[in-house]
Structures are given as structure tokens and as C-alpha cells.
């Protein structure tokens, strides 16, 4: 039995309908007020009361456009549709927060490097270094086209860009300004030292900088580091980059093979197994009793949307469901959507022939969504966590809201305390940034590819 401390993230989207569509319609979901402050700071108060470590929140540029060849499905039912944007969320949450952190996607693939690496610096001082980065790369053709282009750039070699985009953000982040560069000497007049504040110049082969970057160093410097792609060359990308993986999926077992050949490309990069802590998405439905759980999961089941989460799949996959036969087999096409989460019911399931019969089926239990959730007593719910842990070789999990605020609040009510009771849950924070907190040091470790961008370090910083 494992003895592991389970880490917690909320996993959430500045939107209506994030991963279980249709509980919108729920007539206790509050999900409608995603656009008030009120309902974000409540659920921060709720996360931080419940001792999570922070909040992940997803985010998609472009609309879901493939499924039946337009958007009218997901508008319809909401799915992803439509959504604010996730970084302004981190400051109205971190008022009313001591301790929770916000892990933001943000997609590289239409950013600048120079503006990105001063927009993350500044939520890291304002949050106190509670700021996490979800490093995507998109995936929807209509966010190119949305943004002057025909069609996304080729999958592999999105994750050619996203490795030179990093290497211009470390060298802002570690290498433009010293530690002990802001003097703020009031009686000199002498606010930052420019001898200890470098220009750093990049030549890459898709990105050129020329300039000092505009903040000064944050709690953390660099945010701490997230990534979800299971693909291939998701998880190349990863061993070289991420801190924590967020992986997805019903299959434990199959989803511990990610996990752990992620952690053994990242030691063949000189890092080291505990470098990397992984997230697996789950949701709950839990109460008192299991019968309780159960009678709440149909009554949820009831506004379910598998017309919402098939939108979003075939968006997902790059594939138009409803233009295959309820029956027929659907295989794995490489194209240059998310090809991890077609793997996921091709590759990664060799027992089992998926169709749109079966993942109507699958959605329809699943809430609105291709992953069935866990459902049960504290007890029974807490038991297949660690069961979880175990078989996936995970370190926690995102929760990802089915009714809201209720399904977080029942979480933390029930589920929180059960763990606790176990050893397996924390009493009280530590102190520090969030790395600190899951790491033990704020800034990165020496071994990590954006430290040997430092002064001095392996790589020339900054000139």
C-alpha cells in the first residue's frame, strides 16, 4: 500500500462546459457565472480550503469546428464554447488565496517569446511565485485560421518550434538579470545595477531576440513547468522541459507506461526520476454512501451532452465522427491535431475495437465525457486513488469538475478528510513557491535545460 503523499490539483476552464458536457444544465451547477469574479475567488476559497495544490486551467484557441463540418454542435451544447481567457484568472483568484497555485496554458504557437516570458514574470510576482505554465502548442486548424493562416503547422514540428521558443524565455527568465541586480538604494538614486543586467541575443531558427528582458527576477524566475502531450514527440518534449505531465485516460496501466518512459527519457537527459511529478485527470462523484454516489451520478447522467463530447473529440482527433457508421472501426490517422488523444482509443487500447456506438455509450456514462468517473463513498473513492497511484505511477491527480461549485465541494468535504485520516493527504501547507512546495527548492535545479542558460552556466546566456 502506498505510503505516497497524493498532490491535488483542480483542473478547470474559463468557460460553460470544460470536460464533462451538458452539467451546465444541471439545475445546481453555477458554471453559467463563469464570467463574474465572485464565482472564480469562491472556487479558489473552496481548493485552498481543501489544501490543493493548485488550480490547472486548460485553454483552446479556435472553436470545434470539425464534428459534422461546423461549430453549431458545440456552440449548441457549449462545449469549450465560448471561453475567456485563463492568464487574467491567476490574479483575481491569488487575492483571495495564500497558498494555491495557477497552472496556465498558454500556446506558444501564436505567442512571442520576449512578450510571453515578461506577461509569466509578472504573474509570478503579483501571485508571490504561485505561477505554473501548461505549454501547448494548439491543435484546431481554426485557431490558424482565426490568427491570418490556412491551417496548423505539421505536429512534430510544432514541438521543433516550442524547443526554440523555450530556449529564448530561459535565457530571459534565468540569464538577463541577476539575483542581486534591483538594488533600490533610495539615498543613491540607483534602482537596478546595469552591470549585473545583460542583453541577451538569440539566433535561432524561428525565433530572434535582441534585448534585456523587461522584469525583473521573480520568486521563481522560470513558472514551474507543465505539459500534457503523450504523443512521441510530446514526451520527447516533456523529458526535456516539463516538471509536472498531466496525463489523461481510463487505462491506469497504460497510462503508467507514459509516465514512466517520460521519466526514463528525462534521465537519459541528465535529470533525474523525481524531477518529474505526474498528474492523471479524474473526476468524482462522491457521498456519503455509495448508494448515495450512485443515485447522484444518474441524476447527473440525466444532462449528459455526448452530442458536446463528440464535438470535442472529433476536434480533438482531427476526425469527423459523425461521418462513420455507428460500427465502424475507427483507426488511428496521423494528421496534426492530438494525435496522444487518438492513441489513447487506438494504440493504447489493444483489447478493445472503439466505435461511435461505444463512445456515445462511454460519454454517456462518462458524463459528457470519454472518461468515466470514479464513484463511490470517501472510502471507496480514496481507494481507487491509490489503486491509481500505484498501477499509473502517478503522484496526484486534476480533479475535473462534473457539477459545479458541488463536485469540488463534496470532494473536499469527503474525499480530503478520508485521505487525511490515511496519511496520505497533507494537514497544512509548507511554506514558498509552488515549486518549493513540490520540489523543495523555488528556482530550477542545476540538472534542468533552462538552468544552463544561467551565467556562467553550460550555455552562453546572454552576451
Known sequence: MTKKQIRMNAFDMNCVGHISHGMWTHPRDRSAHYTDIAYWQNLAVTLEKGLFDGLFIADIIGLYDVYKGGPETALLAGAQTPLNDPIVLA?????????????????????????????????????????????????????????????????????????????????????????????????????????????VTHRGPHYAVDA??????????????????????GRRFAADHAECIFVNGWNPKAMGVIVRDVRRRAMESGRRHDDIKAFAGISV??????????????????????????????????????????????????????????????????????????????????????????????????????????????????????????????FVALVVPELQNRGLYKTAYEDGPIRQKLFGTPRLPARHRGASFRPGAGHRAAE
Open 285 to 410: 462523484v462522491t457521498a456519503p454512501t455509495e448508494a448515495e454516489a450512485r443515485d447522484k451520478h444518474a441524476e447527473y447522467r440525466r444532462h449528459a451532452s455526448v452530442e458536446g463530447a463528440l464535438a470535442h473529440f472529433s476536434a480533438s482527433i482531427g476526425l469527423d465522427l459523425s461521418r462513420y457508421g455507428l460500427d465502424e472501426p475507427i483507426g488511428f490517422v496521423k494528421n496534426d491535431a492530438n494525435n496522444s488523444a487518438l492513441e489513447a482509443i487506438t494504440k493504447r487500447s489493444p483489447d478493445k475495437v472503439w466505435t461511435v456506438r461505444g463512445l456515445r455509450e462511454q460519454m454517456a456514462a462518462g458524463l459528457g465525457s470519454r472518461h468515466p468517473p470514479i464513484v463511490g463513498s470517501p472510502s471507496q473513492v480514496a481507494d481507487q486513488l491509490v489503486d491509481w497511484i500505484e498501477e499509473a505511477d502517478v503522484d496526484g491527480f486534476n480533479l475535473i469538475r462534473t457539477v459545479t461549485p458541488e463536485s469540488v465541494e463534496d
Open 91 to 199: 490574479p483575481i483568484m491569488a487575492a483571495v488565496t495564500k497558498h494555491l497555485a495557477f497552472g496556465i496554458t498558454v500556446n506558444l504557437t501564436y505567442e512571442q517569446p520576449y512578450l510571453l516570458a515578461r506577461r509569466f514574470s509578472t504573474l509570478d510576482h503579483l501571485t508571490r511565485g504561485r505561477i505554473g505554465w501548461n505549454i501547448v502548442t494548439g491543435y484546431l486548424d481554426s485557431a490558424a485560421r482565426g490568427l491570418g493562416g490556412d491551417k496548423l503547422p505539421n505536429h512534430d514540428a510544432r514541438y521543433d518550434v516550442a524547443d526554440d521558443f523555450m530556449e529564448v524565455v530561459y535565457k530571459l527568465w534565468e540569464g538577463s538579470w541577476d539575483d542581486d541586480a534591483v538594488l533600490r538604494d533610495r539615498e543613491r538614486g540607483v534602482f537596478a545595477d546595469p552591470a549585473k543586467v545583460r542583453r
Open 212 to 233: 534585456i528582458h523587461l522584469s525583473e527576477p521573480s520568486p521563481q524566475r522560470t513558472p514551474l513547468l507543465y505539459q500534457a502531450g503523450s504523443s512521441d514527440r
